[in-house]
């Protein structure tokens, strides 16, 4: 399997929001928000996903954090490995902002 990695760069502003990690298989899902400079969206959203050596990090998701709690839980109820996280969450997008 092709090892996939999306990064975005880690701050200090970065604030850990949820966490879980599944034993079998050995997987960690994070929801994280990093704080921006919009008075109006103080927080933006993103999701990582983590199994062995492979990692996909997707920052800048949305400034919903109903809509960023709701994928986070997505992700973990299908058990979602990193090199599908890009897919999932372009998905979730065009259901959430597609008219």
């Not at 109903?66 to 065009?94: G, N, Q």
Request: proline residues 3%; contains cysteine.
């Amino acid at each position: 399997m092709k090892e996939l990695l999306v990064t975005s760069a880690q701050t200090e502003k970065r604030q850990l929001i949820l966490c879980e990690e599944l034993s079998q298989p050995n997987v960690r899902y994070e929801l994280f928000a990093d704080r921006t400079e919009d008075s109006e969206y103080p927080y933006s959203f993103g999701v990582s996903v983590e199994c062995g050596e492979q990692e996909a990090c997707i920052a800048d998701i949305t400034e919903n954090s109903e809509y960023a709690r709701e994928l986070f839980e997505r992700i973990k109820l299908y058990m979602v490995m990193p090199s599908e996280l890009e897919y999932i969450v372009e998905d979730y997008l065009c259901e959430k902002y597609t008219v």
